[in-house]
Each structure stands twice: as structure tokens, then as C-alpha cells.
């Protein structure tokens, strides 16, 4: 079925470099995305979200693009710290719904 | 911020037995609850939607009679996994909105079915 995915099941990044964490949907009909991080044995942590009407959005040390015209979106993570280590997932929120459905989720391994 | 909590945050049961999972809004009125369970090392999987004063709605796939939820206040939503099996075992996990805002996860609840 219909899914959101990811091309990478682990990064490992050197201390300080920048990460970039890829997501790829599938749904044309999704206007919100959202990425989470999650740690062993936690809950998704939200960390930035995008409207489908935007391409780029910061917050701090992340940032997060989509490119609607083959629908991918990206995380950037600069000046990766060993605390960001963790798994993170993209999710898509389709149509007037609070639904949302996750990737296949990416994890992040900072070594110093 | 928002807080969601679930309560266990894990819990052992034997086969045949049924378990009941909270999840709660601390401090905002959750008009719509989420449950997910999460196998290791795979994404959250939605099981079905929970809305308040009125039955939820399961994902395909998703037994309605096996995974019983009930959405009582706008503050407490509960999933029963009822007769567990050891294929239940699982990470289950809750979310809530209600104010407009990014949905707000719990902590989880780690089942091990023995």
C-alpha cells in the first residue's frame, strides 16, 4: 500500500558534521509533513514540521526541505551532536485529517 | 509544552490474560487520540483513531475486537488488548490532539506476552 519512505536505514556522522536525513511519500494529497525523533524506549519527539505550500523551514540546527515535484523531503541536522543519535521518522499527514502516517524511520549514529 | 502520558510504561502479562493501557492529556483537551504500536526496529504502524464520545476507527487489518478502545473524556482514551498473545508483544503508543497544534506523543508502553 501506500507508504512513506526513507533510502537510508543508518547514518553515521562524525561529530559536529552536518546530517541529512531523506524521506520519500507518496501521497500527492499530503499537505503536512512533520519529522520526529525518537529514542530507545521513547515516544516520537516532534522536531519541525512543513505545509505543503512551503519548501524550506528552520528551526534550530534543523532544517527541513520538500520538494513537492518528486515529493522528497529532507532533514538537515548541523553540527550533528552525540545527543541527536536516535531514529528519526518522517510523517505525512493527508488531507483534513490528524492522521499521520510514518516512515520507515532512519537512525542516526554520531561518532566522535 | 503539551504532555501526553501512558501509563504502564511496560507491563508482563501471561497468554490468554487481558491488558489495559492509559493514555492521558495533562494538560490540554484531546479531542482526538491515536494508537500505534511499533515492533522492534520498524516505524509506528496506526492502529486506529479515537475520538471523543464516539467509537473509534481501526486501520485495515487491525482487529476492533481484539483491540478495544475507549474514549470517554477529552482527556483519557484506553486501548484494551484483550486475550493477549505473545505476537501482541509489542511498543505501543498513544498520541493526542486537540488544540490544533502537532501531535503530541506519549512515552509508550512496552507488552511482553508470555
Known amino acids: 500500500g501506500e507508504s512513506v519512505g526513507l533510502h537510508l536505514p543508518t547514518l553515521s556522522v562524525q561529530e559536529g558534521d552536518n546530517s541529512i536525513i531523506n524521506c520519500a511519500y507518496s501521497n500527492s494529497a499530503s499537505d503536512y509533513f512533520i519529522w520526529y525523533k525518537q529514542e530507545s524506549g521513547k515516544g516520537p519527539q516532534f522536531i519541525i514540521d512543513?505545509?505543503?505550500?512551503?519548501d524550506k523551514r528552520q528551526g534550530q540546527r534543523v532544517t527541513v526541505l520538500l520538494n513537492k515535484t518528486v515529493k522528497h523531503l529532507s532533514l538537515q541536522i548541523a553540527a550533528t551532536q552525540p545527543g541527536d543519535s536516535a531514529v528519526y521518522f518522517c510523517?505525512?499527514?493527508?488531507?483534513?485529517?490528524?492522521?499521520?502516517?510514518f516512515g520507515t524511520g532512519t537512525r542516526l549514529q554520531v561518532f566522535p | 509544552g503539551a504532555v501526553v502520558s501512558q501509563h504502564p510504561s511496560w507491563v508482563i502479562c501471561k497468554s490468554g490474560t487481558s491488558v489495559k493501557i492509559e493514555c492521558r492529556s495533562l494538560d490540554f483537551q484531546a479531542t482526538t487520540m491515536f494508537w500505534y504500536r511499533q515492533f522492534p526496529k520498524q516505524s509506528l504502524m496506526l492502529m486506529a483513531t479515537?475520538?471523543?464520545?464516539?467509537?473509534?476507527?481501526?486501520e485495515q487489518g487491525v482487529e476492533k475486537d481484539k483491540f478495544l478502545i475507549n474514549h470517554a473524556s477529552l482527556t483519557l482514551s484506553t486501548l484494551t488488548v484483550t486475550s493477549a498473545h505473545p505476537e501482541d508483544s509489542s511498543f505501543y503508543i498513544c498520541?493526542?490532539?486537540?488544540?490544533?497544534?502537532?501531535?503530541?506523543f506519549g512515552n509508550g508502553t512496552r507488552l511482553t506476552v508470555t
Open positions: 512543513i505545509r505543503s505550500n512551503m
Open positions: 510523517a505525512e499527514r493527508r488531507g483534513n485529517t490528524d492522521k499521520l502516517i
Open positions: 479515537s475520538n471523543e464520545g464516539s467509537k473509534a476507527t481501526y
Open positions: 498520541s493526542a490532539t486537540g488544540d490544533g497544534s502537532p501531535l503530541h
